[in-house]
């Protein structure tokens, strides 16, 4: 059974920082493209970022140059680094492995 672990998440001001981890069990996690989107209320689902098992990534426009995603298969772990954070970038926080999703983490940011 595939299970994604989001953490990392919080509440910080804007031009803040914050580091999401999503831990992964269950699958052979390094041969998998994995990505993270997020969903604010009232809003549509955003993909964020992707990161292929080649290491290749994927960024949406919204968050090009701010936000930076990684994996470490070692620890079968994503990462999202979020960096230079807006307003408009508070939402819930998944990660994402084909048709899995974790419970979410909330980042909330402050003017």
């Known amino acids: 059974q595939v299970q994604l672990v989001e953490s990392g998440g919080g509440s910080v001001q804007a031009g803040g920082s914050l580091r999401l981890s999503c831990v992964v069990s269950?699958?052979?996690?390094?041969?998998?493209?994995m990505g993270w989107f997020r969903q604010a209320p009232g809003k549509e689902r955003e993909g964020v970022a992707a990161?292929?098992?080649?290491?290749?990534?994927t960024y949406a426009d919204s968050v090009k140059g701010r936000f930076t995603v990684s994996r470490d298969n070692a620890k079968n772990t994503m990462y999202l680094e979020l960096n230079n954070l807006k307003t408009e970038d508070t939402a819930m926080y998944y990660c994402q492995l084909s048709n899995n999703r974790g419970q979410g983490t909330q980042v909330t940011v402050s003017s």
């Open positions: 990161i292929d098992s080649d290491g290749s990534t």
């Open positions: 269950g699958v052979l996690y390094d041969s998998y493209c």
